[in-house]
């Protein structure tokens, strides 16, 4: 069985730029999670997605916004990039709400 | 401010030893507990899940749980050195719509 993919695997932008990060969940898998993860820190919630609707938010900033498609994928957006933005990008599926999350490889972001 | 406290490490342990990894939390109506296992530039392994006190065992891994005193703990038995790596203890937040993570402790295996 396929597990979370994300895509792309790395991806270098400028300041300014906007980013889009998608990720695809396990098969039968209704909730997404988005999270970011910076050097020596654990993951930190931006999003979560369940059945199609936003039922979660971080404290993250407007710039960034999310969606999750009607086959249950989901894409991260991030508008005029920071360097703070650098981070790893993790996307997390789960059956439900409050259960076991299973993470994809991430997108590793780098803000120039 | 809901948090997760572990000890960032290293923690340090001979092969063949038993690593004793703790977390602390403040959100008392959590329900729901994780330990990932992170290698290095890789993405967190789900290792373990517990939702009620006492102990969870799956092959040299327990996880225990005491919501009382808002602690859950991972031990790992017979430790060898591939279990070197980044464990990080999530917990879920109120209404579960989220997990809240700890910074994670460094476990080194020692040959």
């Known amino acids: 069985d396929a597990g979370v993919t994300q895509s792309p695997t790395h991806l270098i932008k400028t300041r300014g730029q906007h980013v889009t990060l998608r990720c695809s969940p396990i098969?039968?898998?209704?909730?997404v999670s988005w999270y970011q993860q910076v050097l020596g820190q654990g993951p930190q919630f931006i999003f979560q997605?369940?059945?199609?609707?936003?039922?979660g938010r971080g404290n993250f900033p407007d710039r960034f916004s999310a969606r999750q498609f009607p086959n249950y994928s989901s894409e991260l957006n991030v508008n005029a990039l920071l360097l703070g933005d650098s981070a790893l990008y993790l996307c997390a599926s789960s059956p439900g709400v409050g259960t076991e999350a299973f993470f994809g490889q991430g997108t590793r972001l780098t803000v120039v | 401010q809901k948090e997760v406290e572990q000890n960032s490490g290293p923690l340090s342990v001979p092969e063949g030893a038993i690593a004793s990894l703790n977390c602390t939390y403040s959100?008392?109506?959590?329900?729901?507990f994780f330990w990932y296992r992170q290698y290095s530039g890789k993405s967190p392994e789900l290792i373990m899940s517990?939702?009620?006190?006492g102990d969870k065992e799956d092959g040299r891994f327990t996880a225990q749980l005491n919501k009382a005193s808002q602690y859950v703990s991972l031990l790992i038995r017979d430790s060898q050195p591939s279990d070197s790596a980044t464990y990080l203890c999530a917990v879920n937040e109120g209404q579960g719509f989220s997990f809240i993570f700890g910074k994670g402790t460094r476990l080194l295996v020692k040959p």
């Open positions: 959100d008392r109506v959590s329900q729901s």
């Open positions: 517990i939702y009620s006190n």
């Open positions: 098969s039968g898998h209704k909730s």
């Open positions: 997605y369940y059945e199609k609707e936003e039922r």
